[in-house]
């Protein structure tokens, strides 16, 4: 069962506060342990709020490594790059921001070399923090010829390429995604989502678990511990 907390707000700020409050003790807890962190942001519309909370509070940034949950195969100064978006904020504050993608014609190959990139780096992820789209999917992973391969490929595997089917109209493009494998060992995984729609979809997909039609709820089925969810009446 998924085992998952709705926390309400009405107000943007007050959200983007307690979505940051969150990752900062995370990320501290994990500094405090390990000497270094290893996190996943989403990419898209939602976290810029969150992100610049984020970068208003101190941490040693310099030991924390961020890696982007997905991305589209876009070059960087695209305004679609979801690393784009995580290198503006958190470079500058001294914190090592890795691609998981590059601009790659070929998703597939963009896939595998993203994998072993991945590989050298210090898991389990500390806090995998994830975003959902209106029609259930989280990270990059879709309806679609790659589904399979990101739900279920070989647990070693850390990313994989994908062509959603259909897809997204807000960026139509493949991408590559950390797999579901990847973020079910996450230390913690927090979700930050926005709007009634988005609140539907996964309200639904917690309900059917295991037997979800939408991708989120395949991927918080094999995850055993308590999730928050921070939800925004917007
Ligand atoms: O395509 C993507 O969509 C989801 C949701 O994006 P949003 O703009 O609706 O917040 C995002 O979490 C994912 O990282 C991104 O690549």
């Known amino acids: 069962m998924i085992e998952a907390e709705f926390w ?27 000497g270094q962190a290893l996190v996943a942001f989403p990419g898209g519309k939602t976290p810029a709020p969150v992100f610049a909370k984020l970068a208003a509070t101190k941490l040693k940034w310099k030991h924390v490594t961020i890696i982007p949950t997905d991305d589209r195969l876009v070059a960087v100064n695209d305004p679609l790059s979801n690393i784009a978006a995580i290198a503006k904020v958190f470079i500058p504050l001294g914190a090592r921001v890795l691609p998981i993608a590059t601009e790659n014609k070929d998703y597939k190959m963009a896939g595998n070399a993203a994998d072993a990139r991945l590989q050298d780096l210090h898991w389990p992820i500390d806090l ?14 879709f309806p679609g010829p790659d589904l399979d391969e990101a739900l279920n490929g070989p647990k070693t595997r850390r990313a994989t390429g994908v062509m959603p089917d259909p897809l997204p109209a807000e960026a139509p493009i493949a991408r590559v995604t950390l797999t579901k494998e990847s973020i079910v060992t996450a ?39 308590p999730i928050d969810i921070h939800w925004l009446d917007a």
């Open 128 to 141: 995998v923090w994830l975003g959902i789209g209106a029609d259930g999917h989280t990270a990059s992973i």
């Open 187 to 225: 230390r913690t995984i927090t979700i930050a989502i926005t709007g009634a729609d988005k609140r539907k979809v996964l309200e639904r997909a917690i309900e059917d678990g295991p037997s979800s039609t939408v991708p989120i709820g395949r991927v918080l089925a094999d995850y055993e511990q």
């Open 8 to 34: 309400d707000y009405e107000d943007e700020d007050e959200w983007a506060e307690a979505v940051s409050g969150d990752i900062a003790f995370i990320i501290e807890q994990a500094l405090d342990a390990r």
